[in-house]
Structure formats: structure tokens, C-alpha cells
């Protein structure tokens, strides 16, 4: 029985209707909103003009992001500009296709820098930017990641978002790391961490081993323009698969390389409940918070993607959303999140040599398996 059928309303008093800022903005914005949890070519997805921003867009709201971050998609037409913008939420830029220029602007400082198809960089809360396409010719298509949802939600004013004059220096970014330059860190968790405001392509960025997420993997992650959002980027080889794990809501899985599928399901469903998704470069799939997701590389190059997500290493964490980096690289054996490979359902691995087999990719998984353990940790049937 649901509250509104619990009681009987009093016919004297007006009702009290919830406020969905967030989502009455976008709605306002008359572009399309595509929603579910996988999208399987951001590339090919339909625009619409969008008068705020300039440019075509949809907003790419995912069931995974728990209402804590979003995603749209944008495109400049060819020798166009888009509006200049500043506001009170983070973003982060990872550009699908097409050549421009941003201009950021921090205090007294304008600074231009240019970028291609693969670049990742950050737009500082509240720094004054414009995009410009820079070919005559050739539309760019760009993907965004945003802490809109939380702010809207939190202050319920879009003219304090998207009118507010502060000026945050205590965030200016270095003058270059908006081109690139940056340092090498270990984070506490043992991973390299690229601080930067610029990447230029994460397709070919260099990567540094991971074996404890499963499968000769390799990792690199980002911390972008002092924001709260953060990214890496994860590459598995041929005829592998990463280990299951679960964590927070908001991560943004963007396909850059090969050919594959995930498989997701909540941590406490059974295992007819596995939802797999299909991917390839272009595709998002944001796992929803608290559900195992897990990935495979079912093709015949090495798969990679790109994380867009919450979870900065400077920063501390954002209660209930930040996911627990430690948590999801340990085992659920050890009060972690993550599946090893030897108490995984073998249904899994069957499903995945199958899977090699028919793109003619040859499965290095069982090198992995030395000896299944038993179960020392109940999953569901
Ligand atoms: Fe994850």
C-alpha cells in the first residue's frame, strides 16, 4: 500500500506538491532526455537545437547516476561557437568526434587551449568558458558529465546556479595543466593518479598495471581542475574479463576501444536477474548504486573505457555517493565489494568463452583459475 493510499486527505487543505528542480530544468530545456542505464552509440544519438547552450543536445540522464550527477550530449556545428557559460556545478568534457577550442576563463586570467577527438578536460566550478568548433567543415560532438542534479536539488535556484559571480580562486588551475602538462601521484589505494585539467587522447594514453582488478589489467586515474568528479581509464586484453564489483552511484563507463559486454545485476538478486548490455566504442553504461557490474572483453583487440565519475582522490568524500575505492577492490570475502574469479558463478565463464569463441578471439580467462576455491562466501543462486 502506498502513503497516498494510507490516508484520507483532507479535502480543505491544498496539497503540498514536491519540487523536482533538477528535473523540471531539464525538462525545461526542450532537447531529448534519454534515460535507462546503457546507451549503445552516444555518436549516432539524436539532438535537438538547444537555446541555452547554443549547438544540438540531449540530456543522457541514467538510471545509474542516483540523481547525484547526469550526463548530455553536445554538438557545434561546423564554424560555430557556443554560448558562453559559467555555473555552480562541475563538468567534465570528453570529446566524442571533431577539432575546437575552450576558452576558460579564472580571475584575470583567459586561457584558450585546443583539443580533438579523445580529449578529456574539466570545466572548473563556475569558470566562465565558451567552445568554439574549429573546422568549417566538420560538426564536434562532445560528451559532458555534471554535478547539475545535486546542486539544482540542493539550492533550487537556477539563478544561482547559472548567474552566480564567484569567483572561486582557491580552484584556479595551474595555466598548464590546461594544456596538458600535470604530476604523477600514488593515490592511498596504492593506484597513479594523473592530476592535470587536460588530456588529449585517452585512447592512447599510457596506462600502469592493475592486476587486482582481474586479467593483466591496467588503470590510469584523473584528478581534473580540483573538482569532486573525477575519471580513469581501465584496459583489458584480448580473451579477458574484469572482476564483479559494486560501489556508489554516478560512474560514467564510456567505451573507447573494442568489442564487448556487462553484465549487471543488483547485489542481492539472484542470478536469472543478470541484465548484459552490448558494447562498443560509443556506448555508456552507468551501474546503478549498490549492483555488481562486471566486464568483458569478448572481442578480438584489447577493450578500454573511460570512468567519469565521482570519487577524487584529493578529495574528501561526498557522504552516501563517493564510492569506496578501498571497499571495491577488496573481496566480499574480506567485507569488500568485489568478486574474486575463483568464487564467481561459472556460469559466468562458460558465457564468456562462448562469447570469444564466436568472435574468433581466443580465451585466456582459465589461466586465471588455477583452482576454483569453494564458496566461502554465500551469492545468490
Ligand atoms: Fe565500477
Given amino acids: 500500500m502506498t502513503t497516498k493510499e494510507s490516508f484520507t486527505p483532507d479535502k480543505d487543505l491544498p496539497v503540498l506538491e514536491k519540487v523536482e528542480a533538477y528535473q523540471s530544468f531539464i525538462e525545461s530545456e526542450g532537447i531529448p532526455i534519454v534515460t535507462g542505464f546503457f546507451v ?9 537545437p538547444w537555446a541555452r547552450v547554443g549547438g544540438n543536445g540531449a540530456y543522457v540522464n541514467l538510471d545509474g547516476n542516483g540523481g547525484t550527477n547526469d550526463a548530455y550530449v553536445c554538438e557545434i556545428p561546423p564554424g560555430k561557437s557556443l ?3 559559467r555555473h555552480m556545478f562541475e563538468k567534465l568534457i570528453y570529446v566524442l568526434s571533431g577539432r575546437g577550442a575552450t576558452a576558460l576563463t579564472q580571475g584575470k586570467r583567459e586561457q584558450t587551449f585546443e583539443w580533438g577527438p579523445g580529449s578529456l578536460f574539466s570545466i572548473p566550478v563556475n569558470a566562465p568558458h565558451q567552445h568554439h568548433n574549429g573546422s568549417g567543415a566538420e560538426p564536434v560532438r562532445f560528451v559532458a558529465v555534471t554535478s547539475a542534479p545535486m546542486v539544482m536539488s540542493i539550492f533550487n535556484s537556477t539563478r544561482f546556479v547559472f548567474e552566480n559571480p564567484f569567483d572561486f580562486e582557491e580552484r584556479y588551475t595551474p595555466e598548464k595543466h590546461n594544456t596538458g602538462d600535470g604530476s604523477l601521484w600514488q593515490s592511498t589505494t596504492g593506484r597513479h593518479v594523473w592530476e592535470t585539467n587536460f588530456v588529449p587522447d585517452v585512447v592512447s594514453f599510457k596506462l600502469f598495471d592493475l592486476p587486482r582488478r582481474g586479467a593483466g589489467g591496467s588503470n590510469v586515474t584523473f584528478e581534473l581542475g580540483y573538482n569532486s568528479l573525477a575519471a580513469h581509464i ?8 574484469k572482476k564483479a564489483h559494486w560501489h556508489g552511484p554516478g560512474a560514467h563507463v564510456f567505451v573507447l576501444s573494442g568489442q564487448g559486454y556487462s553484465l549487471l545485476w543488483p547485489k542481492d538478486a539472484k ?3 543478470r541484465t548484459r548490455v552490448d558494447w562498443k566504442p560509443g556506448s555508456l553504461v552507468v551501474p546503478p548504486k549498490e549492483w555488481f557490474h562486471q566486464h ?6 584489447p577493450a578500454r573505457y573511460l570512468a567519469l565519475r565521482w570519487g577524487s582522490h584529493r578529495f574528501s568524500s561526498i557522504a552516501g555517493i563517493t564510492p569506496d575505492t578501498e571497499g571495491a577492490d577488496k573481496s566480499i570475502e574480506e567485507g569488500g565489494s568485489q568478486i574474486e574469479y575463483e568464487i564467481e558463478d561459472p556460469a559466468v565463464l562458460d558465457e564468456f568463452e562462448d562469447e570469444c569463441l564466436k568472435n574468433n578471439a581466443t ?8 583452482a576454483r576455491k569453494s564458496f566461502t562466501v554465500k551469492l545468490p543462486a
Fill in 296 to 301: 568483458f572483453n569478448g572481442g578480438s583487440s
Fill in 363 to 370: 580465451p585466456q580467462m582459465r589461466s586465471f583459475f588455477p
Fill in 83 to 85: 554560448n558562453p557559460e
Fill in 234 to 241: 581501465s584496459q583489458f586484453p584480448v580473451g579477458t574479463y
Fill in 271 to 273: 542470478r536469472t536477474e
Fill in 40 to 48: 549503445e552509440d552516444l555518436n549516432t544519438l539524436e539532438l535537438a
